[in-house]
């Protein structure tokens, strides 16, 4: 039985996710199934703040009672100036996405979008093997870098990046060193060819939003494909990828697997990820 079930309801820990705008936010309904399920006292809530509020909102959270927040679109880059100690994986990406507010009352920040991607892809393609060939990379914002770190970081020795304003890979190829490399926007279908793994890194595809359009002829059904898009699940993407006989992940299960470490440091409790969650969260 958890430690936090056992509190005074004053002292009944509070998380939240903090973003502009939230209200279409999945994490209130995510931790809340945690924290039903294990029988935790504690609450997490949606936290609107707008970009000019953000730090002063974030001094007052602690004082509030809370414990921690998740950070999302726009706050995560902005954060890292904010926090008192900011870990070299948050750094190295340049965002985070997880604080804990200590006892201290120091502000420590996180970057967990990297751990769930490949937690992701462990858990619905375990005989994965990222070294085994090059890894190619659609996209080159914020999640991408995430993205980048933990292949790297995984022993990809090869990870092609191709992104329509060239710069933004470049600016990842100059940061990340020498086993990056670049390809034009238009040679995009060029860099699956022999690809052990693909992601989609950008919001192309994405309800409201246009489709990815690259050439997938290069794909082979050695090739497991991710799109960290889950809204739709099954993205034009990964139908593609899926009709010529690839392995895919969609990109749900990178938000659940982000979320654990969060929610273990706020709540006491190390959470499952399993198919009810995923039941839970699609509502």
């Known amino acids: 039985m958890p430690d936090s079930q056992t509190q005074s309801p004053r002292n009944v820990p509070i998380a939240g996710v903090l973003g502009w705008p939230i209200a279409h936010s999945r994490s209130p309904r995510l931790h809340g199934y945690w924290l039903r399920k294990y029988g935790i006292q504690g609450h997490?809530?949606?936290?609107?703040?707008?970009?000019?509020?953000?730090?002063?909102?974030?001094?007052?959270m602690p004082r509030m009672g809370f414990v921690g927040a998740n950070v999302t679109i726009p706050h995560k880059e902005s954060v890292l100036a904010l926090?008192?100690?900011?870990?070299?994986?948050?750094?190295?990406?340049?965002?985070?996405?997880?604080?804990?507010?200590?006892?201290?009352?120091?502000?420590?920040?996180d970057n967990t979008d990297g751990y769930g991607f490949i937690a992701n892809i462990r858990q619905h393609a375990p005989d994965w093997i990222p070294d085994v060939g090059p890894a190619a990379l659609i996209g080159a914002g914020g999640a991408?870098?995430?993205v980048v770190a933990s292949l790297l970081e995984s022993g990809v020795t090869e990870l092609r990046i191709a992104?329509?304003?060239?710069?933004?890979?470049?600016?990842?190829?100059?940061?990340?060193?020498?086993?990056?490399?670049v390809y034009d926007w238009a040679q995009a279908g060029n860099m699956l060819e022999d690809a052990v793994t693909v992601v989609n890194a950008t919001s192309m595809g994405m309800d409201g939003k246009p489709p990815l359009r690259i050439p997938m002829d290069a794909l082979s059904p050695e090739t497991l494909v991710t799109d960290l898009v889950y809204t739709?699940?099954?993205?034009?993407?990964?139908?593609?990828?899926?009709?010529r006989g690839c392995q895919i992940v969609d990109g749900l299960g990178m938000l659940l697997h982000q979320a654990a470490p969060g929610f273990e440091r706020w709540f006491g409790h190390r959470p499952e990820v399993d198919d009810d969650l995923r039941r839970a969260v699609l509502e």
Do not use: C, S, W
């Open 44 to 60: 997490y809530i949606p936290v609107p703040v707008l970009p000019e509020h953000l730090a002063e909102v974030l001094r007052a």
């Open 83 to 109: 926090a008192d100690v900011v870990t070299d994986r948050a750094a190295l990406i340049g965002a985070a996405n997880t604080l804990i507010f200590r006892p201290d009352g120091k502000i420590h920040a």
């Open 144 to 146: 991408a870098r995430a």
């Open 163 to 181: 992104n329509r304003t060239r710069i933004r890979a470049e600016q990842i190829r100059a940061e990340f060193g020498a086993k990056v490399v």
């Open 232 to 243: 739709p699940l099954m993205t034009p993407f990964l139908q593609e990828a899926q009709a």
